[in-house]
């Protein structure tokens, strides 16, 4: 089983950024598709950004143009940049492989956004 270790959180203010990291455990990481998600109280988590083995990207409307994902599959690691954070980004972070069999939830990275 891949394990991951979300990183890098914290309280930031309205247009702050953050990045967030994610290692993980095993030695082909690089031929998965990765992605953060994000779970806020009382919401369903929700994938915002995934990226595929080869580099390629996908977004979610609410993140588009000012989160970036990016991998570096030498450090078995995945990261999440998040510019011009707004409050409705709280949440905690959370990365996975979306739709792969036997990628364990990590306990994820809080990310406060407020004044």
């Known amino acids: 089983q891949v394990r991951v270790v979300e990183s890098g959180g914290g309280l930031v203010q309205p247009g702050g950024s953050l990045r967030l990291s994610c290692a993980a455990s095993?030695?082909?990481?690089?031929?998965?598709?990765m992605g953060w998600y994000r779970q806020a109280p009382g919401n369903e988590r929700e994938l915002v950004a995934t990226?595929?083995?080869?580099?390629?990207?996908n977004y979610a409307d609410s993140v588009k143009g000012r989160f970036t994902i990016s991998r570096d599959n030498a450090k078995n690691t995945v990261y999440l940049q998040m510019n011009s954070l707004k409050p409705e980004d709280t949440a905690v972070y959370y990365c996975?492989?979306?739709?792969?069999?036997?990628?364990?939830w990590g306990q994820g990275t809080q990310v406060t956004v407020s004044s």
């Open positions: 095993g030695s082909i990481f690089s031929i998965y598709v």
């Open positions: 990226i595929s083995s080869g580099g390629s990207t």
């Open positions: 996975n492989s979306p739709g792969t069999v036997g990628f364990a």
